[in-house]
């Protein structure tokens, strides 16, 4: 157990929808990390928030946001799903900024399908 | 953009033989982290390189990092069933954030 929490574990929905991925870092960590892993990819970086603010931009689309609140959790909600939007979606914590040698610790992971 | 690069993409190995898996980079890297992600399971953290050419050890798996810091190295000797799932580098080749490698999947046959 890494001590990040990700609700819900699954969710079904259909396309044109718009779901809110909710993440809580372990105590202390200032950092969050959102990603996506499709069936059979590796990990894809999407946005990271560190101590309520935007730190780092991934492959995020315009469709997707994201925001962390000063409970330092964080939400990140896709909107107009496609099919394709259909993966994991990893959250993970680190203690500070995200500096290069900071270990990332994800939590379980929600699993989106879209319909 | 910046890309690490990891291969080979698959492995399917003989319970007790040996697995090794390779990440590359075009640019010079500050450190480099290796992750395990276990079939149905988030990655986990399994250890960091700093040094140039430096060596780590960890039971059965050895991690390298090059001498010209672009690539790295993870070996398994002996594997077991408990060795199966993907293992992904990460670095961060000047950027603030880790780039994870596209991972390799291993599997291992009893």
């Known amino acids: 157990d890494s001590g990040v929490t990700q609700t819900p574990k699954h969710l079904i929905t259909a396309t044109g929808q718009r779901v809110t991925l909710r993440c809580s870092p372990r105590s202390g960590d200032l950092s969050v990390y959102w990603y996506q892993q499709s069936l059979d990819q590796g990990l894809q970086f999407l946005i990271q928030y560190y101590n309520g603010e935007e730190r780092a931009k991934g492959n995020i689309l315009e469709r997707f946001s994201a925001q962390q609140f000063p409970d330092l959790h964080s939400e990140l909600n896709l909107s107009s799903l496609e099919l394709g939007d259909s993966a994991l979606y990893f959250c993970?914590?680190?203690?500070?900024?995200?500096?290069?040698?900071?270990?990332?610790?994800f939590g379980p992971g929600t699993r989106l399908l879209v319909l | 953009g910046q890309q690490v690069m990891q291969i080979p993409q698959y492995q399917h190995v003989q319970e007790g033989e040996d697995f090794t898996t390779y990440c590359n980079s075009s640019?010079?890297?500050?450190?480099i982290q290796w992750y395990k992600q276990r079939p149905g399971g988030h990655p986990v953290f399994l250890i960091q390189l700093v040094k140039s050419g430096e060596v780590k050890k960890q039971k059965r798996l050895t991690f390298q990092f090059g001498e010209a810091k672009k690539n790295s190295s993870l070996h398994i000797t002996a594997t077991q069933t408990t060795d199966v799932g993907t293992y992904f580098c990460a670095a961060s080749p000047g950027a603030n954030n880790l780039f994870f490698g596209t991972g390799t999947r291993l599997t291992v046959i009893p």
């Open positions: 640019t010079t890297l500050s450190n």
């Open positions: 993970a914590s680190s203690v500070q900024a995200g500096g290069p040698q900071e270990t990332q610790y």
